[in-house]
């Protein structure tokens, strides 16, 4: 796999993947596009959720929709590191089974998801769920 980064000017820059997709990074906190490390949090909760919508959907639960909510702490120290993050992963259907989740959720978190398993090593990173029942 292959990427490349190239500086478009001020504290831009757009990373580009192997596959040709792009995206704009802005080292100046986030000011007008995600920064580097935002973007770490977004890959994080991407991968990790088409982990858990496709366990979910193996385990033939009737999901709707799968919204992750990310919080994360840094140290105070250079360089600012990530020291913890939590996924609160929100499942919305009608009837699912909270086994089911949790069971998604931690297979995602401890086998399946690259960016957790590699953030794992140096981050303390938890996770939660919440059901919600769409009406019948």
Known sequence: MKAEVKWIGDEL???????????VLDANAGALAPSPLENVLLSLGGCSSVDVVSILQKARQNISGCKVEIAAKRLDTVPRLFSDIHLHFVIQGRDVNAK???RAVSLSADKYCSVALMLNK???ISHDFQIINDEK
Not at 13 to 23: I, K, V, Y
Request: charged share 10%; hydrophobic share 40%; glycine share 6%.
């Open 122 to 124: 140096a981050v303390n």
């Open 100 to 102: 089911h989740v949790e």
């Open 13 to 23: 820059f757009m990373a580009t993947s192997e596959s040709g997709h792009s995206l």
